[in-house]
């Protein structure tokens, strides 16, 4: 396998898995609610305790995780979809007085990843269509312009291209009838290690914890595959941008002098322009957001954001025509 041009020039020492809650998904330009991230050494992913157990031991969960979990106001509605599978509400947000994504967050992620032994590498499910690009708009609107020294893997893509590779089909989820489409949404990939679906979907810790889980199963090749193909988040575009940035720092109470401390590079003017990518990843192109399919499929998203009143026209319209083929050609 060779490695991809910007990939770590030796191999990754930390994985930081995370995971975003959000107001909803694109094109709806989601605010985060939620954040986590579990910082797992190397060492301690090279060698798990593990629980004896039929048919065969189960590695036991990390013992030394570093873990960073918060709450974040979104300043935006959720989409009821959002709201329903999260539980999270923006009432629930007001009433616990909870602050928005200001430099507080920047604080945080900057001294969590500052305790880290680098090379460090954030992990996300579906991390490509979702969470990097999230997280880089959100900090974006901070004026933050680059996260030193860090790295990004998905490991929807690792576990597709690990599938692919050696044909030994150990990740995705072959439902049936044999021959349909291979599942890698997380909790069918913890479906079929665990024999039972995971507790606390859609709960940012919840899902890292699944996540995590997951990725023991075969540790060994994922890291692997993630020091040829770990990418700068630097190169990652973000979802969206919003000319929103002062708005952000200003809305939340509390906020003390800016500080920015290292691995942090801010933009030097004020204002960020007002301009969507729609894509944030134009080279990916093989990657629904297939981890986003759980509850409800793609499809009723997509179709949750056409207004019930132009649904009900189309839906008259094709009536219309229907009834007039019928007319047309009488039996
Ligand atoms: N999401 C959504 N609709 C779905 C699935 C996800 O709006 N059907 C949004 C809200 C979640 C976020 O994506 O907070 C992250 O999804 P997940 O919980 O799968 O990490
Ligand atoms: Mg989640």
Request: proline share 10%.
């Amino acid at each position: 396998m060779c490695a991809a041009p910007e990939s770590p020039s030796r191999p990754i020492e930390t994985f930081v898995f995370m995971d975003l809650e959000a107001t909803g998904l694109p094109p709806s330009q989601p605010k985060i609610a939620e954040m986590c991230l579990f910082a797992v050494t190397r060492h301690a992913l090279e060698h798990p305790q593990y629980r004896n157990s039929f048919p065969k031991p189960v590695p036991l969960f990390p013992r030394l995780v570093d873990k960073l979990c918060v709450c974040i106001n979104p300043d935006k509605p959720f989409t009821p979809i959002a709201s329903s599978i999260t539980g999270l509400t923006n009432e629930a947000f007001a009433r616990n007085k909870k602050q928005s994504f200001n430099l507080h967050i920047l604080q945080m992620i900057a001294a969590f990843f500052s305790r880290q032994h680098p090379p460090i590498c954030l992990v996300a499910h579906n991390g490509c269509g979702y969470d990097f690009p999230l997280l880089k708009a959100e900090l974006c609107m901070l004026g933050l312009l680059a996260l030193e020294e860090i790295y990004c893997a998905d490991t929807i893509k690792a576990m597709k291209a690990l599938d692919n590779e050696n044909q030994l089909h150990q990740f995705g989820y072959q439902p049936n009838p044999p021959g349909s489409r291979k599942k890698y949404a997380l909790h069918d990939l913890y479906f079929k290690f665990y024999k039972v679906y995971p507790l606390n979907s859609h709960n940012a810790e919840g899902d890292v914890i699944t996540l995590i889980s997951v990725f023991q199963q075969r540790a060994r090749d994922l890291m692997c595959w993630m020091d040829s193909n770990a990418r700068p988040f630097n190169t990652v575009k973000a979802m969206y941008k919003e000319n929103e940035r002062d708005a952000c720092i200003s809305k939340t109470p509390g906020n003390t002098q800016p500080f920015y401390p290292n691995r942090l590079q801010m933009h030097s003017q004020q204002k960020v322009a007002t301009t969507r990518s729609p894509n944030p990843f134009p080279e990916d192109d093989d990657e629904p957001a297939d981890n986003h399919i759980p509850l409800n499929n793609r499809m009723t998203d997509e179709l949750f954001i056409i207004p019930d009143e132009i649904k009900m026209i189309l839906v008259l319209f094709l009536g219309l025509i229907i009834a007039w083929i019928a007319l047309k050609n009488p039996v």
